[in-house]
């Protein structure tokens, strides 16, 4: 894991090939982060961030002017921090438990598309999590298809 700031973290860093970028909470179960993560985890073209404090980082974005670009006083928010080493034309997919889509203002950040992936309620045991991790990873597999075929690459 590398730790970017003290609202999210990158369990896998985004590379220069990187086509989707998976976004979830930090508190959805660790079991899942980690199956995600050993899915993901020689897919260069796929990066993971784990959010820790939602709200926090969008207020943070806010408060700099909800702005791509730069503030006057050389002060960048976390979140332009964090996803200015991400392609334009790379997908954030924010994976989203329950109703309530709270990450869905990371698109506007730096204007990478975005998709979200709502799984409802966490799963209580680890064959229903299986299930949700595989509809992270279809999701994941779909999106990142379409930004290699838009760059010539397959």
């Known amino acids: 894991m590398h730790g970017i700031t003290q609202f999210a973290v990158w369990i ?25 993560h050993v899915a993901i985890d020689e897919w260069d ?3 993971y961030l784990a959010v820790k404090q939602a709200a926090a980082l969008r207020a ?20 332009s921090q964090l996803l ?21 203002w990371l698109g ?4 990478h598309p975005l998709r979200v992936v709502e799984l409802g309620a966490i799963a209580s045991s680890t064959v229903q999590m299986d299930r949700q991790v595989e509809a992270v990873l279809s ?7 379409s930004v290699l075929q838009a760059r010539g690459v397959i």
């Not at 943070?60 to 928010?77: E, F, I, K, N, T």
């Not at 200015?84 to 869905?104: A, K, N, W």
């Open 60 to 79: 943070d974005w806010l408060r700099d002017g909800s702005s791509p670009q730069p503030s006057a006083g050389g002060y960048v928010c976390h979140a």
């Open 45 to 47: 073209q796929v990066a």
């Open 139 to 145: 999701a994941t597999r779909c999106l990142a298809k």
């Open 12 to 36: 896998k860093a985004p590379s220069a090939d990187v086509a989707v970028v998976i976004v979830t909470s930090a508190t959805l179960p660790q079991y899942m982060i980690d199956r995600l």
């Open 108 to 111: 506007s950040v730096c204007g």
């Open 84 to 104: 200015r080493s991400v392609s334009h034309g790379s997908f954030l997919l924010d994976v989203e438990m329950g109703t309530d889509p709270g990450m869905t």
